[in-house]
């Protein structure tokens, strides 16, 4: 099962070395990592996406959550959540192919960063299904010069933060 797991780690030189060491010591693969710093300069907010048993994961967070570094961990997908990813995708068009970029950016909501005749970049945020839709359909109507995805970002629904999460399931370690 996938599994994207929210962790608020000590912002400090090595805490994510040795938080995503943790899983490849364990043998599992990151399929997506997003770190960014929060409201407190001293902890960053790491968002993961791993596969694995719910009990597999279960444990691998346990063992998470013994590291010094971590101060929370959320596993989004036991709950209600809103999941969503950044795509920047630059085309270069055969002539043409412009008038195709303009009705893809509408059908999918995306933005127009850069545009020029034979070449143009193009923004999309949204679920993974429609970000992988959007580059499938892109590539479609030009040649993938470059794709950047952000990887996984995701916020429980309703009033469940990071915080309020802890105080009802105390780390372990």
Same mark, same amino acid.
């Given at each position: 099962?996938?599994?994207?797991?929210?962790?608020?780690?000590? *912002?400090?030189?090595?805490?994510?070395?040795?938080?995503?060491?943790?899983?490849?010591?364990?043998? +599992?693969?990151?399929?997506?990592?997003?770190?960014?710093?929060?409201?407190?300069?001293?902890?960053?907010?790491?968002?993961?996406?791993?596969?694995?048993?719910?009990?597999?994961?279960?444990?691998? *967070?346990?063992?998470?959550?013994?590291?010094?570094?971590?101060? *929370?961990?959320?596993?989004? $997908?036991?709950?209600?959540?809103?999941?969503?990813?950044?795509?920047?995708?630059?085309?270069?068009?055969?002539?043409? /192919? +412009?008038?195709?970029?303009?009705?893809?950016?509408?059908?999918?909501?995306?933005?127009?960063?850069?545009?020029?005749? *034979?070449?143009?970049?193009?923004?999309?945020? /949204?679920?993974?299904?429609?970000?992988?839709?959007?580059?499938?359909?892109?590539?479609?109507? /030009?040649?993938?010069?470059?794709?950047?995805?952000?990887?996984?970002?995701?916020?429980?629904?309703?009033?469940? $933060?990071?915080?309020? +999460?802890?105080?009802?399931?105390?780390?372990?370690?």
């Amino acid at each position: 099962m996938r599994h994207v797991i929210a962790v608020l780690l000590q *912002n400090e030189v090595g805490a994510l070395t040795r938080m995503t060491g943790l899983f490849s010591t364990r043998g +599992y693969n990151i399929d997506s990592l997003n770190v960014a710093p929060t409201d407190d300069p001293a902890v960053s907010r790491v968002t993961l996406v791993i596969e694995g048993s719910d009990a597999a994961i279960a444990q691998l *967070n346990t063992q998470l959550a013994k590291l010094v570094d971590v101060v *929370n961990i959320h596993d989004m $997908t036991l709950g209600e959540h809103f999941e969503r990813e950044l795509a920047i995708v630059k085309l270069k068009l055969a002539p043409g /192919g +412009y008038e195709q970029v303009l009705r893809l950016a509408a059908d999918f909501g995306a933005e127009i960063l850069d545009d020029a005749e *034979n070449s143009c970049t193009i923004q999309l945020t /949204g679920g993974l299904a429609k970000v992988d839709a959007f580059v499938r359909d892109a590539a479609r109507i /030009g040649t993938l010069a470059a794709v950047a995805r952000s990887g996984s970002v995701a916020v429980s629904k309703g009033e469940v $933060t990071l915080s309020s +999460y802890a105080r009802v399931h105390r780390l372990s370690g």
